[in-house]
């Protein structure tokens, strides 16, 4: 099955850094999705990419998806503590009936 | 805006009985979603529903059944629960399969 690379698997930064992370695969992907899940709570969708190149923005959150369509980044300026929590990406291919495959997840603390 | 709503939020078992966990979404959504969450582990898809009517099999199947009972309601079910399904489980929703899910916040169950 298809393989999802996250890194890192952790981050401690100081209020008001950049953050960046990454997912790659060991296979193409049509989509990739970035969520983010705060405790207690399930995944909520941050940023959908559909085209390889694109890069969308959400407020502070940047991501790209990757030229050769196996990698997809996810960059977040001036954290804040309200950024805390873990994230995931995701990504689906048509031949696999459009079902998301998740890495095993960044988990972020920012440090006030 | 309730989304998607999953009971109960907690349950413990003993090895050997049998649960159902209930998911209902209200936002008109074909597709459904049961993942499993193991701790510093993302998502592994347990059984999905592209349409009402139509189940498949996902990543972990083993162990569990599922039923689309209508186009809202989606459940999960674990005919002899054992320890290895300690975890807490998601469902989801999208609009149609292959489109970003939303998700419920999770039932914790724990096997004792």
């Known amino acids: 099955g298809q393989q999802l690379n996250q890194s890192p698997q952790s981050m401690f930064i100081q209020e008001g850094e950049d953050v960046s992370m990454n997912c790659t695969s060991s296979s193409i992907f049509n989509t990739w999705l970035w969520y983010k899940q705060d405790p207690g709570e399930g995944p909520v969708l941050l940023i959908a990419?559909?085209?390889?190149?694109e890069l969308t923005s959400n407020g502070r959150l940047t991501a790209q998806f990757g030229t050769t369509r196996k990698d997809s980044f996810l960059n977040i300026s001036a954290s804040i503590p309200s950024d805390v929590g873990i994230y995931f990406c995701a990504g689906q291919y048509f031949t696999n009936a459009g079902k998301s495959t998740f890495g095993d997840g960044t988990t972020l603390t920012v440090k006030p | 805006n309730a989304g998607v709503t999953q009971t109960p939020k907690f349950q413990v078992l003993k090895t050997g009985q049998s649960m159902t966990l209930q998911c209902a979404q209200d936002?008109?959504?074909?597709?459904m979603y049961w993942y499993r969450q193991d701790p510093g582990m993302g998502l592994r898809l347990i059984y999905y529903s592209a349409s009402e009517g139509t189940t498949d099999k996902g990543e972990v199947p083993n162990g569990y059944n599922v039923s689309r009972l209508n186009k809202r309601e989606f459940s999960l079910r674990l005919e002899s629960a054992a320890p290895s399904q300690t975890s807490v489980y998601f469902c989801a929703s999208s609009r149609v399969i292959g489109q970003p899910q939303h998700f419920g916040d999770g039932t914790r169950l724990s096997i004792l």
């Open positions: 936002m008109n959504h074909n597709s």
């Open positions: 990419l559909y085209k390889a190149g």
